[in-house]
C-alpha cells in the first residue's frame, strides 16, 4: 500500500499544486512544500505580512488576488485556501511560479495533503476512503485498514504476494464505498415498483395495478441492511433480453431497448415474477449475480404456484414477508460476509479515480 506521495522538495525548489477539484468547491486549497526559509520567504512576499508559525493560521491577502486563510501545516508545508474560482486559481497559480514555486499537476488529491492529522499515509489514505464511502458496513473495515497495512509493511520481504482472489475480494468490496447497480427486472405487473418503495421507505416508483404504468426506469440509492445500493425499477416487459417484443409501439419499444442496455450493465439482476408469471430472460451480454424472487405471496395463488420451486426468495412487499430476506440475500451476494470478515488488507479503490477504479496503494 503505497500512497500518491507529494514532491520531492529540496533546498532550491519550491512545489505547489492544487489539491482540491478545479473550478468545484467554492474555497480551493493550495498546498505547497519546500525548504522552510524559501517557504517562509514566499509566504512573506505573496501576503506582505510574516508567516504563521507552524501549527498556526492566519487570515491574509494574496497580493492583489483575493483573501484566504494560510494554514501552515509544519515547518516544510503550508495550504492557501482563496475562492475556488478558476481565475483566482490561475491567477495565484501564476504569481507562485513567479516566486519561484513549481507548480505540480497532480492526478488526484493526495490523502497526506487532505488529512495533515493522519498519523502516516496508511491512516490517510483511510480517511479518503471513509469520506467517499457510501455504505455504512465500509466504515469499521476501513478503520481497521491502517493497523492490517501497517503490519503488512513490517513485515517485508515475508508478506505473501497477493492473488486473484484477494484482487476479487477487493472488487466485491469496492462495493461498499462505489454503490453497486442492482435492476429488478420482470413481466408487467410483477409488483417491482411496490418492492422499491417498500426498500425505500417511500415513494421513489409509481405503483399501479395497470400494466405498463412504468415507462421509464426509476433509480434511488437504497440502504440494504448497511449496503447503498442503486435500485433500478426497470419497465415491465414479458421478457428483457436483447430483441424487443413484436408489436410494442414506438414508445414502448424505446422503454424495452433502454431497459436492456441497462439490465445489461448491473451487478445483480433481481429477477422478480408475481405466481402466475414467467421469469424475465437475462439480457444479452450479462455477466453480474442474479437473485429469483417471487412476489405476491399473500396471494391465494402462491401457495401452488410453480414459481415457488425455483424462486430464491419469497417475497410480499405489501405484508413485509421476506423482505429483510431478500434485502440480506442482496447485500450478502454482491458482498459476501466471508469477504466482509477476512482480517487480510484491503486494496481499495474509489470511484473518483481516471478509470473508475485505480487505488494509489
Known amino acids: 500500500m503505497t500512497a500518491a506521495a507529494p514532491p520531492e522538495a529540496n533546498a532550491s525548489t519550491l512545489h505547489a499544486r492544487l ?42 491577502r494574496f497580493a492583489d488576488v483575493d483573501d484566504g486563510v494560510v494554514a501552515r501545516i509544519d515547518a516544510r508545508r503550508a495550504w492557501l485556501t482563496p475562492h475556488g474560482g478558476r481565475r483566482i486559481v490561475e491567477r495565484l497559480r501564476d504569481l507562485l511560479v ?61 508478506a505473501p504476494n497477493f492473488t486473484d482472489e484477494d484482487r476479487g475480494r477487493w472488487r466485491r468490496l469496492d462495493r461498499l464505498i462505489d454503490p453497486p447497480r442492482v435492476c429488478v427486472v420482470g413481466a408487467p405487473n410483477a409488483g417491482k415498483s411496490t418492492l422499491a418503495n417498500a426498500l425505500a421507505g417511500r415513494d421513489v416508483s409509481i405503483a399501479s395495478p395497470i400494466a405498463g404504468t412504468t415507462r421509464d426506469f426509476v433509480s434511488a440509492r437504497i440502504d440494504l441492511a448497511g449496503l ?24 414502448d419499444r424505446a422503454a424495452f ?23 424475465a430472460a437475462l439480457p444479452e451480454g450479462f455477466a453480474g449475480e442474479t437473485i429469483r424472487a417471487m412476489s405476491k405471496v399473500d396471494l391465494p395463488a402462491a401457495a401452488q404456484s410453480p414459481r415457488r420451486q425455483d424462486a430464491d426468495r419469497l417475497v410480499s412487499a405489501v405484508t413485509g414477508e421476506g423482505v ?17 470478515r477476512h482480517r487480510g488488507p484491503w486494496r481499495w479503490t474509489l470511484p473518483s479515480s481516471p478509470d473508475r477504479h485505480r487505488s494509489t496503494r
Open 19 to 60: 489539491v482540491t477539484p478545479p473550478g468545484v468547491g467554492a474555497i480551493a486549497i493550495i498546498a505547497i512544500e519546500g525548504e522552510t526559509s524559501r517557504l517562509d520567504a514566499l509566504l512573506e512576499n505573496l501576503a506582505g505580512a510574516p508567516p504563521p508559525r507552524p501549527g498556526a493560521l492566519a487570515w491574509r
Open 228 to 251: 447503498v445500493v442503486e435500485w433500478i425499477d426497470l419497465p415491465g416487459f414479458p421478457e428483457c433480453a436483447d430483441a424487443a417484443p413484436a408489436g410494442l409501439e414506438a414508445s
Open 257 to 279: 431497448e433502454h431497459a436492456a442496455r441497462t439490465a445489461a450493465t448491473a451487478d445483480l439482476l433481481v429477477m422478480l415474477a408475481a405466481p402466475d408469471q414467467a421469469w
Open 324 to 340: 429483510s430476506d431478500l434485502v440480506a440475500c442482496v447485500r450478502d451476494t454482491l458482498v459476501p460476509p466471508g469477504d466482509r
Open 98 to 158: 513567479a516566486a519561484g514555486a513549481t507548480w505540480t499537476r497532480a492526478e488526484g488529491d493526495a490523502p497526506v495533503d487532505r488529512h495533515p492529522e493522519a498519523a502516516d499515509r496508511f491512516e490517510a489514505e483511510a480517511l479518503v476512503a471513509i469520506s467517499a464511502a457510501a455504505s455504512p458496513l465500509a466504515i469499521p473495515l476501513l478503520l481497521d485498514q491502517p493497523r492490517r497495512w501497517r503490519a503488512r509493511a513490517a513485515s517485508g520481504k515475508d
